[in-house]
């Protein structure tokens, strides 16, 4: 049987927003294996950021069971669930998100503050992280001095320093120009392809899924069982240049 | 603390002028109180300078200030054979009649006129003080000549050497200014005994009697000698306790001045509650990301009232740097008891400048906590979508 | 011009806790500052005074109130027209049982008992008190406040023993006056009767230290003032007459440079405001640059948007400050009342009131700093070009 590294049972999620109920997820079972590189893919409002951040337990669920590596999420305390997150996930965002006043080094170090590490080691995992990126010249360097593709990919250092067992990117090149986005993309394959990393990445972007082993699509708060496409997105999907990738297979374009 | 200090200091320093400005209310605050602490602490040293730790002062029965007693002239004779008493080098004991009355003159801030005390005394009481000539001469019995302390000479423009104030009968000539150190003695002006005397027709009794003991245990066993004697009606109050008791004149601004502080410091702290409460606002998202990296709702509470601790702390220094120059600084104060003027120096000392800072750092406290708390409380979701 | 004011107010609202704070930190201040105006009003100035105490004036010696007058210038002084009334006074530091106590510490003058009420006519005794008052050379009454504190019931047995002047006093006390205004703790005797216990040979016998005059009417004080010393002016003892308010104040001058001190303090308190609301504004207005870009496009002017952020300045100024003078006349209030029973000169701080003259000046310094705040932010606003704002990304 496949390591199986995320697994959801009945997974919903619902909220209250200005005294509507809304339904973000409904019922979703799934199971994530180790190493994959899965594209939960949808139009918006379709729940799959929601179902992203579940999974990276930045939100907890109405009902159903989030499974991370054998760890029922619902039992750990707001503080655990800061802690797991810190050593398990790495989180890449839309925006990137990294901290304005710090340089890109500092911004890398800050998920090893909450480790044991000295400062010198804390400095050393950074560095690393950050030749891993190609961005060794840039350590000194404020966010405001980068391009957004740099940025990102400081993001992306900063979210495979701790060694975490899977990444997590919320539409990671939506804020990118394209050949920005394909360094980006082509980063998040080779972690996964070379270093083993298991990705789970939430993209609208064909051209994104493109990049990924496993595709899922969801559709107003319901994970589509596998094979199933949303009729609107295998137009889409031909119409581009590069046609995606459905199941299986791996195919690195080269650089 | 496990967020990065840099992160707080960065952030203060690339929001310069929300920084400044808030910093320059606490500032304010801080620097008030240092103020009316150096006030307090100057009156203190300028009266604890004045008394010479040996030296007893006798006063009617009753009376709590020179200014309000008589004592006989033939009770001066009583007094200064008392044992206890110190002899000086020609073996005269150290005691002194003195008269004490009050002069108005026109000063710097006082056009209209303000108190200054006239002391006559004789050549012993002046041995008895710790003052030397700066100018000039002493007076000479006889004549209507007097020399006034060095503060007079600066505070009263027409208090220089040549010229002439009048007093009790008439006119009266400046011969000398003296200096007598860190003392409320800088603010009297002396006269012969005798000369003073007359002018006021007390011919045969004077306000108080200075007495110099031997030693700690003489002065308080002549301290409670004369008290006991019913025949001289007198009290004896030793020159620390005298003038430690007039530092009380100052209380009036002291209190002013704390209640400033106080007013201030509730304003600032409101101002330090709107610029912490807008500095969550403007980086929720980056609350969010650290939120998500693994920081708990501790640290983040922790980093924002540290950021609003570092604002203050801040501000404390620049209060106390605002404060300093006080220092500097000479003014005048009325004393109830000698129903003049004595001049002090602020003193802003150690005790002022570290109360002004603990003052700040508490104030950033109180002012960032609830600020704090709102970022801790974030949730993760709402603010990284906030813009 | 109706939409703005619209407009002006929701923005005001929409932080509303940033709004509150603002208002709050403004409010603290201007009552701070509407304190201290009404502070000076009475220091420097004359707070409120009583109808009695506006028709009274204090003769003292010109130099210094330590040097006495001869008792003769009663008469000349009673024959000066418009004179209501004339009472000769010196206070007698005497000592009431154990001076350590300082329940037992009074104030004690030797005034003449017929007079001293037609010179105070807010006094209230009774008739047959005051009687005993003027018939009894012994005789001495109390203020409530003093009778109160030490428990003393008419026909109480006085004595004290004199300080500056050799004399003990056997006194009774045969009234209880009562001073709507004034709870200070004194006790009146008769001048005759000190008069007679000091040895006869004592200069001070015939002296006084000071003579309490009360006018016919209000406006004639300064002429009689200045009558009074005119008189005396070349005689060996010179005399300083000046109403009773300008005399307390006179006191004032103890503290010091009071007056740099207060105007240093409002000064500052004000530039801190200042500071304060701009920095509130900047802030409110560089959140909503994207908004003033919006505004733009559609078609209102600078001037418009100058008008708009001013306005909002403005009003939150104007909350503040109204806050504030609210705050600062019931302190003004509290004080008044606290000081009441206050000793020396620190009872001219009894006057202290939030005259309407000071809460206008308060109100006007409030709304000034709420113009002067919004100049920055308002020119920054007005000059962003449209596109940068609608590009502002944070």
Redesign the interface.
């Known amino acids: 049987m496949m390591d199986v590294v995320i697994q959801t049972k009945k997974l919903s999620k619902e909220y209250v927003r200005d005294e509507n109920r809304v339904t973000a997820l409904k019922n979703v079972d799934f199971q994530v294996p180790r190493g994959d590189f899965l594209a939960l893919m949808g139009p918006s409002g379709s729940g799959k950021s929601t179902l992203l951040h579940l999974i990276a337990a930045m939100d907890r669920p109405s009902s159903g069971e989030v499974l991370v590596l054998g760890q029922d999420l619902r039992s750990l305390s707001g503080r655990e669930l800061a802690r797991w997150r810190n050593a398990h996930t790495g989180f890449i965002f839309q925006s990137f998100n990294l901290i304005p006043v710090l340089t890109a080094l500092e911004n890398v170090m800050l998920p090893l503050k909450l480790t044991d590490l000295s400062t010198k080691q804390q400095s050393e995992h950074a560095t690393t992280a950050l030749q891993l990126v190609g961005l060794e010249d840039r350590l000194q360097h404020f966010p405001r001095q980068l391009s957004g593709g740099q940025e990102q990919r400081v993001a992306i250092a900063r979210a495979i320093v701790t060694d975490p067992d899977f990444i997590l990117a919320d539409e990671p090149t939506g804020n990118l120009d394209a050949a920005s986005a394909n360094d980006v993309l082509m980063l998040l394959a080779a972690l996964n392809q070379e270093h083993g990393k298991t990705v789970v990445m939430v993209t609208h972007d064909p051209h994104a899924a493109h990049f990924a082993r496993t595709i899922r699509y969801l559709e107003k708060g319901a994970l589509l069982s596998e094979g199933e496409v949303q009729q609107d997105w295998v137009a889409a999907a031909i119409a581009l240049p590069f046609h995606s990738r459905l199941v299986g297979g791996s195919e690195v374009p080269a650089r | 603390m496990k967020i990065p200090l840099a992160y707080n200091l960065r952030n203060l320093a690339v929001r310069k002028t929300t920084t400044m400005m808030t910093a320059l209310g606490i500032a304010l605050s801080v620097a008030i109180l240092a103020a009316s602490l150096g006030l307090v602490n100057g009156l203190r040293t300028v009266f604890t300078g004045t008394a010479h730790p040996l030296q007893l002062l006798v006063l009617r029965k009753g009376a709590n200030s020179e200014l309000g007693s008589t004592v006989p002239t033939d009770a001066f004779a009583i007094l200064r054979a008392k044992s206890g008493v110190a002899r000086d080098g020609a073996g005269e004991s150290l005691a002194s009649q003195e008269l004490v009355n009050v002069a108005n003159l026109p000063s710097v801030d006082n056009p209209k006129g303000m108190n200054v005390t006239v002391r006559g005394l004789s050549a012993t009481g002046i041995e008895m003080r710790s003052v030397r000539m700066v100018a000039g001469r002493w007076f000479q019995t006889g004549q209507r000549e007097v020399v006034v302390g060095r503060a007079v000479a600066k505070r009263y423009p027409a208090a220089r050497i040549g010229n002439r104030i009048r007093f009790g009968k008439g006119d009266w000539e400046i011969v000398g200014v003296m200096d007598g150190g860190q003392s409320a003695l800088n603010s009297e002006i002396w006269g012969n005994f005798d000369q003073i005397s007359a002018d006021y027709n007390r011919q045969d009794s004077s306000s108080s009697v200075l007495l110099r003991a031997t030693d700690p245990a003489a002065l308080d066993a002549a301290k409670h000698s004369i008290e006991d004697d019913r025949g001289l009606n007198a009290s004896a109050i030793t020159e620390k306790d005298y003038y430690e008791s007039q530092t009380s004149s100052g209380a009036p601004l002291e209190f002013l001045g704390f209640f400033v502080a106080i007013i201030m410091a509730i304003g600032s702290g409101f101002a330090t509650m709107n610029t912490m409460y807008a500095a969550v606002t403007r980086r929720a998202k980056e609350i969010g990301t650290l939120r998500t990296l693994g920081f708990s709702e501790g640290s983040i509470l922790l980093s924002f009232l540290t950021e609003s601790v570092l604002l203050s702390a801040l501000a404390g220094i620049l209060g106390c740097l605002l404060a300093l120059p006080l220092n500097l600084v000479t003014t005048g104060i009325g004393s109830m008891t000698s129903f003049s003027e004595i001049a002090f120096r602020f003193r802003v000392g150690v005790t002022a400048l570290l109360s002004g800072f603990a003052f700040a750092i508490v104030l950033g406290a109180l002012g960032g906590v609830l600020p704090a708390r709102a970022a801790a409380r974030k949730e993760i979701l709402s603010a990284l979508r906030e813009a | 011009m109706n939409l703005d004011l619209q407009l002006v107010l929701k923005n005001s609202l929409r932080n509303r806790?940033?709004s509150m704070?603002?208002i709050?930190?403004?409010a603290?201040?201007i009552?701070?500052i509407g304190v201290?105006l009404a502070l000076s009003r009475a220091l420097f100035y004359g707070g409120d005074t009583t109808p009695g105490q506006a028709k009274r004036l204090i003769v003292h010696h010109k130099?210094?109130?330590?040097q006495d007058l001869p008792v003769a210038y009663e008469r000349t002084i009673q024959k000066i027209p418009g004179v209501h009334a004339v009472t000769r006074l010196r206070w007698f530091?005497?000592?009431y049982r154990d001076?350590r106590d300082p329940k037992n510490r009074f104030a004690q003058f030797a005034i003449e008992p017929k007079t001293l009420f037609e010179v105070h006519p807010e006094f209230q005794i009774s008739e047959t008190e005051k009687q005993a008052f003027i018939l009894q050379k012994t005789a001495s009454v109390a203020s409530r406040p003093l009778a109160e504190k030490l428990g003393w019931k008419l026909g109480e047995r006085i004595t004290l023993?004199?300080?500056?002047?050799?004399a003990t006093l056997e006194l009774t006390l045969v009234g209880i006056f009562d001073a709507p205004t004034d709870n200070s703790s004194v006790l009146y005797f008769n001048w005759d009767y000190l008069r007679d216990s000091l040895p006869t040979g004592d200069?001070i016998r015939d002296m006084v230290q000071q003579f309490y005059v009360e006018a016919e009417y209000k406006n004639a004080i300064a002429g009689i003032g200045q009558q009074i010393d005119d008189a005396f002016a070349d005689s060996?003892y010179p005399t300083r007459s000046e109403p009773e308010q300008a005399f307390m104040l006179?006191?004032v001058?103890?503290?010091?440079?009071?007056k740099l001190?207060l105007a240093a303090?409002c000064g500052?308190?004000t530039?801190?405001?200042l500071?304060?609301s701009?920095?509130?504004l900047?802030?409110s207005v560089r959140?909503r640059t994207r908004e003033v870009g919006i505004l733009k496009t559609l078609g209102f002017s600078s001037g418009e948007i100058l008008s708009m952020v001013a306005g909002e300045a403005t009003l939150i100024a104007f909350a503040g400050g109204l806050l504030g003078c609210v705050l600062a006349g019931g302190l003004c209030g509290g004080i008044a009342s606290a000081m009441r029973s206050a000793p020396?000169f620190?009872s001219v701080v009894r006057g202290l009131g939030f005259s309407l003259l000071v809460a206008a000046l308060t109100l006007a310094i409030a709304l000034l700093v709420g113009l002067m705040s919004s100049v920055v932010p308002a020119l920054h606003a007005a000059r962003t070009s449209i596109v940068d704002t609608l590009q502002y990304n944070?």
């Not at chain 3, 130099?63 to 330590?66: D, F, G, H, R, S």
């Not at chain 3, 023993?161 to 050799?166: I, K, L």
């Open positions: 806790r940033r704070l603002t709050a930190s403004m603290v201040s009552c701070l201290l130099i210094a109130l330590t530091g005497g000592t001076a023993v004199g300080g500056m002047s050799p200069a060996p006179s006191f001058s103890f503290l010091g440079n009071l001190f303090i500052a308190v530039f801190t405001m500071l304060i701009t920095n509130t900047s802030m959140e020396g620190v944070g």
